[in-house]
Structures are given as C-alpha cells and as structure tokens.
C-alpha cells in the first residue's frame, strides 16, 4: 500500500464539483466504480460522476440523510448511475477487489484493512485524516497478469502467468449483450485483450433479435475488475457479419492488442492501425503506412504490422434495401482470395517505419503465424517458417515447412516462441488445390463451416537461433480452430481433441528434446464432455491450469493432470476465454448447449476466495420492520375482480383476463416518467410500473395518471410489485423483498433474501451477488393454504456464489418460512459434479420471475411444491429458459407451454415444434395464444434470412429457398398433432423445413411485430413496432424510434377489429388490461391508457 499526503489539495472551501474535480485529478481516476463513505447530502456523491465512464456510489449510516442525497440525485436526473445506500456494520457490501476509488472524510469505524479489501489492484482511497487527506494506492499483487495479444503476448503463447486465477465460484461483474446475435454466422465478438487494469474487446452491438440488420460494431472499453464502461470505438465497416460460423477468419482476433496506456487497433475492416489512449479510447497515432492492417504484433516499442492489398469492393451483393445486411448464397463452400501479404515494422511512439518487407516470402503469410521474440521476427509462408531481425527486417534463417495446399478459412498453422525454440503445429499437408484456379496462389481457402475431421497433422520444434530442426510429433487441429500448442509449467502440450471421445491434452514435452516428462489419463476417464465435439475456438492456459473448451471452462490441473469441468460456462466462437487479472473472462457466445443451465451475458469470473464472506445471518437479522408495519397486521382490501395486480395479471402468468376490452380505443391519458421502464400492475384503482434504472416504483392513479407516491429502493427493480391485501411487494436486485403500502408507499417490512450483502457490477450498475426478480408471487390464504405465503428466487445461477434461493416469506410480517437452496455442485468437492451431465443437459437453476399453477411453483423449468422442494419437472406451465423478462429474442430461446427445453445444435428447436411456443404467449383455460415464428430448424431459423443461404454440414449447390416469418396464431392448450407422412422421405422434410407438428386454429400475420399480448375476454391485443420488412429505416423502426402500432384481433378467428397508431411501442411484455381500460408502459418513457 502506497501513501501520500494531500494535505493542500483541498485547503480551500470549494463547491461540490470542485472538490470533486480536485479529488479526481489528486488520485488519477478517469473513470470506474467510485464509493463515496459519508455521503451526506449528496451533493459530492453526485459531482463524482465527472462523465459516462463513471459508476458512482454513496453511502451513509444516517437513514435520513441517505433519503436526503437520495433526492437531491433524483432532482438531477442521475440517479441509477450514481445511488446511495444506507450503511451497516464494520464491512463495506462489495466484492474483492471491486472499487476503483474509496473517497471520505470519515470512515465512521471502518477499518483501512477492509478498504482495501473492496480496492481493486491500482485503486486508490482517499481519506481525510487529521484535517489532512491521505492517498493510498492498492499494488497490483505480482501474481496476477495481464493479456495483451490475442495469443496472450508476442509469442503466440496463449499461457498467462497469473497464479491466483482458478476455477470460477463467484462473478466479479457481467455485461451484455446477453447472447450473441447467432449461432448460423461470424461471431459477435471478434477478440478481447486486457492491459493496465482494463479490458478491450471488439463486439457487435446491433438487435440481437433481427441478425438481418446490419451490425452495430465497436471497440469497448471496460474496467477490468469492475466492468464499468469507460468508452467505446464505433468501428463503420467490419468482417461480413452473415458470414458462415465457424469459418473465421483466423487472424480477425489479431487487429486489437493493448499494452500499458495504448490501445492498438483498426477500425474498420480494411482500415490503418491507430493508437488509442487506453483511459478516454481518444486516437493519439493514425500509422498511415498500414492501410488493409490484418495483424498486429508489440513488442519493446515496436510494432509489427501484417498488411494486405486492398481488393475493389464488390458492390453487385444482394443487398434487398439500405439497412438490411447482404445476403450471399454460402452454399456450397466457396474460394476466398486473401490479399498479398507484407509487414511493416513501426516505432510505436513515433511512428517511424523502421522496416518494410514485401515480397515472395511473405505474399502467402499464413495467418496467425507472427511472431516476435529476443530480437527476432519469426512467420511462416507456404513453405517454409522464417525468421528475420526485428530491427533491420534482414533475413536471418529460413528453414522448410510445407503447409497444406487446400484448406478452410478457419485454419491456420500454430506458430509459438519460447525460449529459443520455435514450435509450429499445422494440419496434414494436401498437395494439391481443388477450388482455386489462379496458378499464382499456392494455397486455396475455401470458406466453410465443416469441421471436425481435420487431418492429423505434424508439431515441428526449430532451434530460433538457426532454424534446424529439433524434434517432432504428431498435431491435430482442434473443432473449427488451429491446432494448440501451449508451453505451460515449462512444457509444450498438444493433443487430439476434436470429437468427446478424443483423449484431450494428455503429454507434457520437454521444449527441447520433444521427451514426454509428464502425462495425464484422457479427459473421459474424468468427466463427460457431454457435447460431440469441441467448441470452436483455441484453448488457453496458465501455469498451474490448462484451460479447455471441450464443453465449457474445463480447468486441468497440471501437477495432478484433474480436471474440474464447468459445463455452464462458456467463451465466445472463434475465440474462447482470457485469463489475467487473477479473473476469467468468458465473452458472449451463441450456444444453446446446457441451455438451462449456461449463464447468459459477457461474464467476468473469480475463483473461491481465500476467506470466505459473512456467514448468512439469522432470519430475524435479516428482516427490517419499517414503519407502517404496525399499520397493516391485518388483512387489507382484496383486489378487485377485474383488476391486473400481478405481472402477467396471475400466478400462472397467463396475460388473460376475462374482462373485456372493447376494439374501439382511443386515450384517455399519459403520464410521462422516463427511462427504462417496467411493465405495469393495476389494482383498486391504482397503476405500478417501475423506473428500472432509478430503481423506483411509482404509484399512479389508473383513472387519471396522477402520481401518487413514489418509492425508491437499493438497486434495479426489473418488473412491477405484486398487489395483495393493500401491500406491493416486490424483489430488488439489492438482494432485499420489500413490502410497502400500497395507498402511500410506507415501508411496512424489507427482507433481505440474499445470504450476504455484497455487490458486483451487473450490466453498469450495482448489484447484489443475489439480485431478487422484482414480482413476488404470493399465495393468497383464500386459495387453500392456509396462509398467505410470498415466494421469490434469489441468485444468478445454481454453479455460482453458493447458490440460487428459493424463500418463501410470510406475506403479511415478512418473516422466513423457509429457504431452499438449490447448489449443482459436489458438497464435498466444490466443484461441478460428476454423472449428472446427460449429453448436452445438466443440472440447473437460473432465477427468474416465479409461476404458479395452484399445485406447483416454477423456475423457468425447476419445479416445487407448494413448500419449496424440489419435484420432477414433469407439468406443463408456461416459462422460458431465457427467463420470462429477457426481452433480447435471441433466436435459440423463446417461450413455451411445455415442461423441458432442449439443448444443443439440433434439440434446442425441438419444443417450438411439440409445442405451444413463441416469443410471447397468453392463454385462457382451453387456448393459447401467441406470436412467434413459423418455424423452428436448427440451422437457417433468423427471420428474414433465406435458410438455403445457410452453409451446412451437408451443403447442397441447390437448396430450396426457405424463410421463416413471424406470425400470430391460436392453438389449444394440448394441441392435436398433423397426421405423419407416409413417406419416409417426406416425414425428414417436413422436420428439416416446415418443422411443424401440431395443429393451429388460426394463424395470421398482423403488421407489427408483438412485443406485448394481452387476452382480455375475447379480443387479443398485440403491440410492438410495425413489421421491420416494410420500412425504409427498419432498424430505427425495430428500435421503437418510428412509432409502434396496436392491433386488435378477434380471439375466435384473429381477424382484425382495429389498429391504432402509437407514438413508442410498449416495452417488451408492457400491457395490461383492468377496468375496461388498456393500459401500456412504453419504450418512450411514457405510461399511457386506452379506453
């Protein structure tokens, strides 16, 4: 720990944003998570978001004076990214090693020891002492590092020496996207490095629901232990996003590299390579000379720079109207032509060239190859692997290594320094080309997604002194990715790796000699894969742990040759995981394998801690009595039979009631709020909706729009509060359920259901490890039970922070009934345990809004009973295995009325066929209803997107034109099934095409894409923006920024009765119907009601 005094920095009386600029520049802070102990009124809390790249939180042992700052921070507008909490006891609520600046005048019995325990390395408290401020700087532990290329560093060795990274338990922070946009073409992220406390990543950011679009590119920035974002980079033009997955290209990861204070990168496809200054993302250096920039490689001041011709653009692509991205026929597999090749050698700081070689030797530079290591530039070519002096760029040895003459765009050779030998790994050489016919070109690449069956190839060792050669054995490139060749705890392992039965990585060689001093049995003696083959990307390692990706993170350990297998986490296609910072970084990914169980977002992860947290207090600990708890002991008014108290109206969460709605609306009012909200719940002539970034519920009047009260909580409130008996209860992502009273808002109890108050980062703001989705299921007495029981899910998933929760809680006082605890992992070993993963299921819990059927309480697919144990999950309900609130429309989940989804490439699809299902649903006691596609297939399912294009196992020259379009529909609650072909031939058609098995009564397709239902007596109300295929701006129109549209249909026959012109489309899921009247929370902010 280091410590200054600060004495005169602040000498002088100064306003709110003085000071805080002041304490800002004293500690060298431009953006992150900032803790603010004593935050009084506010006004400094406020002033320390200096801009967009801060995360700012304020504390206070004083209730009153956080209620104080608490509005002072509304009235700005602010609130949400900057928030205040009351604080308790001697332990500050965060993770370890979270906060990047810790700023009081007084710690208020808090101990330095437990500040920098919440100080991430390189963070910073600033503490007033004696009248004096002091400095202290949190070191950077020497056992963690860092990872600045897209191979770990220069070398090409994708080995990090961090020590104190491990198998994950605990997430450190998670962003989004949540999915990437699809699993039929290029990856959404494109490659992630990390350096100087931050990591950088290239991500597409466009509608993860309509991959038609065109892509939404850009460089982003985030703090690396908190996950704060600090900037981002739009990149205009990048890699064909419809490209076929898995078919690279290889080296697309190797544009971005960040090392100290610099980011290095190109920003756009066939763009120079800039330097960024890593803190604001601002450009410092244009390197003009590296216009068509492929790959970039740092080291000691110097860059290394692959360059390429770059080609005419094709304009004569299919591109159906601006706005929507090309399509391209990808069937069969077709010639890629890479440019001729060069490198450019750079002084980093000045911009210099040092060296240029552009010639026969490095026209055909195979992709990945770069390398640079004690003065040497090692890279291999068609036929030989060369090295040449990094100052001069003057041939120093060349020695031979043919590649083969024919393969897919997702190869590469795997070329690794270390030490003094030079390790390259490549594929069985083909002699000849199939495809190409240009003579000048050796080597045909040939886009294609097939992989799986390379052939075994070779692992050559060469001296980097003079190239001879040393040994060798034999290689295998992995699933759709180059072969690994990692030098970890001082030996070089390889291995075969591609399908489940494949040994895996099982011999450690000396670097040397190639003598094998170290083996492992196969990875199935241990653990099933579960998954057929490999994910498609490299894996990495440190030097206590190989990291494979057979079906997720699968952490060897390589003193013992264990492996602890993580099935439910993943890294992103065509590039897997990073490992630096004592954390695991696992990016978005497409995969719907262990879908139950797989934890969405860009997740960053840490292993067990040291020592562990505050053990879960006892119940009565955890329940705070506000002050109208005494006022409500009793039962209060019921809701009224027409009312809408809960999401979704019931605890079945049908979206029905029998109450009708006339087809002939027009406004009766609007009440503008702002922001990001909830969908709304109506009872006894009030209306509940949520401001889910101020994390605030506001109570309206449902015949006026008038507000009522208003009440805010300790963090996101992600859907409205449950009304019963004159109480809204409701779950907060702070861990807490909090009861309040309906008529005014008075806190009548809050319960914490998290085992522990400790906040992460979670999609930029904070929250509790143990987050509780905000609608709270209650059983009311007059069902049967007996008492009226509140039900919530607390936790993020069942493999992570010990647990998920699911609490059943005394309605009226608050007080715990009972906790079940629902963790997938072995007790006695902590990890994932063995025999439970079933091809590509396993064990699972991931929270969510409950259900509840009158016998059963639901968790997406988990079911209970009525006590909270675990049953069979054998009754049909409605849920989804995204959760009922994930409003992205990723194309590989959806809502069903079913009992199981299925995982993987072809058993995701599998329940959208047997059936009801859609992306969202209502249904009375005979019908569902519902608006989805006209098809689930387990390639080619984006709407919009002709499947034939798609490229496939079994690609076919011909295919049949296949679309699949959005569509309303009817269906009974069991659906009859279409009598099966007769022919054989015919019955795989019908599954590979139309897909369909069950009848429909009706099926339509409205102009709008329903982004709300509502079923109220015999009219269906859709909702949403108006179809994207029919604008000229489809994606401001999909965005909601072009009005939305509502549309009556008649429940009998979907025939339209009405359609009306809105100025915002609802929020996904965001009607309601009470009283005769609709009402709507829309993306504009607004809650308006029709009537």
């Not at 100087?196 to 920035?221: K, Q, S, T």
């Not at 390589?558 to 970084?585: E, F, K, S």
Request: with cysteine; net charge neutral.
């Amino acid at each position: 720990m280091v410590i200054a005094a600060c004495s005169s920095a602040l000498a002088q009386p100064l306003t709110p944003s003085q000071q805080a600029e002041k304490i800002l520049k004293a500690c060298d802070v431009t953006g992150g998570l900032v803790v603010h102990i004593g935050c009084g009124n506010g006004r400094l809390t406020a002033a320390l978001r200096a801009g967009d790249s801060f995360l700012v939180h304020g504390l206070d042992r004083d209730r009153g004076r956080v209620a104080l700052a608490r509005r002072y921070i509304q009235a700005l507008g602010t609130y949400g990214p900057v928030s205040v909490d009351q604080l308790r006891g001697q332990r500050l609520p965060y993770a370890d090693n979270l906060v990047n600046l810790v700023v009081s005048e007084d710690l208020g019995g808090l101990s330095m020891d437990e500040v920098m325990r919440v100080l991430a390395p390189g963070g910073t408290a600033y503490i007033k002492t004696g009248g004096a401020w002091e400095k202290a700087v949190k070191p950077r532990p020497e056992q963690i590092d860092e990872w600045t290329h897209s191979m770990y560093d220069a070398t090409n060795n994708a080995v990090s020496n961090d020590s104190i990274v491990g198998p994950p338990h605990q997430l450190q922070w998670v962003a989004g996207p949540q999915w990437a946009r699809s699993h039929d073409h290029l990856s959404s992220i494109s490659g992630a490095v990390s350096s100087g406390g931050r990591i950088f990543y290239i991500v597409d950011e466009a509608p993860i629901a309509a991959v038609i679009l065109e892509p939404d590119w850009h460089l982003v920035a985030r703090d690396a232990f908190s996950g704060v974002l600090l900037w981002k980079r739009r990149i205009p033009k990048w890699q064909w996003h419809l490209r076929a997955f898995r078919t690279g290209p290889s080296d697309l990861s190797r544009r971005l590299v960040a090392v100290g204070n610099r980011v290095y990168a190109t920003l756009g496809v066939d763009g120079p390579l800039v330097a960024l200054d890593a803190a604001t993302g601002k450009t410092v250096t244009t390197y003009e000379q590296t216009e068509g920039t492929l790959e970039v490689v740092y080291c000691d001041g110097t860059l290394f720079v692959v360059t390429g011709e770059i080609a005419e653009q094709d304009e004569s692509t299919d591109r159906q109207r601006p706005g929507f991205a090309p399509v391209r026929p990808q069937r069969p597999g077709y010639v890629e032509n890479p440019p001729a090749k060069g490198i450019v050698a750079l002084d980093a700081e000045t911009a210099t060239v040092l060296w240029s070689k552009s010639d026969a030797e490095t026209t055909e530079l195979m992709p990945t190859t770069l390398a640079v290591s004690k003065g040497r530039v090692f890279f291999q070519n068609a036929d030989e692997v060369l090295c040449v002096d990094a100052r001069s760029g003057d041939d120093l040895w060349q020695a031979k290594r043919s590649t083969s003459r024919s393969r897919p765009t997702w190869s590469a050779p795997t070329l690794v320094v270390y030490g003094d030998v030079v390790l390259s790994a490549d594929r069985a050489v083909a002699e000849k080309k199939t495809l190409d016919t240009d003579e000048k070109r050796k080597v045909e690449w040939i886009v294609s997604a097939t992989g799986g069956q390379a052939p075994v190839g070779e692992l050559i060792a060469f001296s980097a002194e003079d190239g001879q050669r040393l040994w060798s054995c034999a290689s295998r490139e992995c699933y759709n990715s180059p072969a690994d060749v990692l030098v970890a705890d001082g030996l070089v392992w390889t291995g075969s790796l591609v399908k489940a039965s494949d040994p895996g990585i099982t011999e450690g060689r000396d670097p040397v000699t190639g003598e094998v001093k170290r083996t492992r049995p196969p990875d199935k003696e241990f653990f099933a894969a579960g998954m057929g083959h490999h994910r498609c990307y490299r894996n990495k390692a440190t030097n206590e742990y190989l990291l494979l990706g057979r079906s997720g993170v699968e952490f060897i350990e390589l003193d013992t040759g264990r492996p602890i297998p993580n099935h439910w986490v993943r890294g992103a296609c065509q590039y897997g995981v990073i490992v630096c910072n004592g954390l695991l970084y696992a990016p978005t990914n497409p995969c719907a394998c262990f879908i139950t169980a797989k934890i969405p977002g860009f997740n960053c992860l840490a292993p067990k801690p040291e020592s562990p947290g505050q053990q879960t207090a006892a119940p009565q600990v955890r329940l705070e009595k506000g002050p109208a708890y005494t006022l409500l002991k009793g039962d209060g008014p019921r809701s009224l039979a027409g009312d809408w108290p809960t999401y979704r109206r019931d605890n079945a969460r049908s979206g029905y009631t029998p109450a009708p709605v006339g087809s002939a609306l027009k406004p009766a009012w609007n009440k503008q709020l702002g922001g990001r909200l909830s969908t709304v719940a109506v009872a006894r002539g009030m209306l509940f909706v949520v401001q889910i970034d101020a994390h605030t519920v506001h109570a309206l009047s449902a015949e006026s729009g008038r507000e009522i009260w208003s009440y805010t909580a300790g963090g996101r409130i992600d859907s409205p509060p449950t009304i019963w008996q004159g109480r809204a209860l409701f779950g907060c992502a702070d861990g807490w359920v909090y009861c309040l009273r309906a008529s005014n808002g008075a806190l009548v109890w809050r319960f914490r259901a998290a085992p522990d108050d400790r906040r992460i980062v979670a999609y930029g703001q904070l929250e509790s490890a143990w987050p509780v989705p905000g609608s709270v299921l209650v059983r009311d007495p007059s069902t049967g039970s007996g008492q009226a029981v509140a039900y919530c899910a607390v936790g993020r998933s069942s493999y992570l922070d010990g647990s998920v929760r699911l609490c059943r809680l005394d309605a009226k006082t608050g007080r715990l009934l009972s906790e079940t605890i629902i963790d997938h992992r072995d007790p006695e070993t902590g990890y994932q345990r063995k025999g439970t993963v079933k091809g590509t299921n396993m064990p699972g819990a991931l929270p969510d809004v409950l259900s509840c059927d009158g016998q059963s309480i639901y968790m997406r697919h988990n079911r209970f009973d009525l006590e909270g144990q675990p049953q069979s999950p054998d009754v049909k309900h409605l849920f989804s295995s995204a959760g009922f609130l994930e409003d992205s429309w990723w194309h590989r989940t959806y809502w069903q009325f079913g009992t199981a989804m299925g995982s993987n490439y072809g058993g995701w699809p599998q329940a959208g066929n047997r059936v009801p299902a859609g992306r969202i649903l209502a249904f009375d006691d005979e019908s569902i209803y519902g608006f989805g596609r006209s098809q689930y297939i387990h390639h080619g399912a984006h709407v919009g997107i002709d499947g034939a294009t798609i490229f496939h196992f079994k690609p076919q020259q011909d295919a049949e034109r296949r679309f699949t379009t959005y569509r309303a529909f009817a269906t009974d609650r069991t659906p009859s099934r279409d009598p099966q072909p007769a022919n054989a031939a015919a019955k795989r058609k019908r599954a590979a095409v139309s897909g369909q098995a069950k009848k429909y009564r009706w099926t339509g397709q409205p102009p709008v894409l329903a982004r709300a239902m509502v079923l109220a007596g015999n009219n269906l109300f859709l909702a949403g923006p108006p179809d994207i295929f029919s604008s000229e701006e489809p994606a401001a129109t999909f965005e909601g920024k072009r009005g939305g549209l509502l549309c009556v249909l008649s429940a009998a026959d979907g025939s339209e009765l009405a359609k009306y012109d809105l100025a915002s489309p609802p929020v996904f899921d965001g009607m309601a119907a009470a009283g005769g009247r609709l009402y709507m929370a829309t993306t504009g902010g607004e809650v308006l009601c029709l009537e």
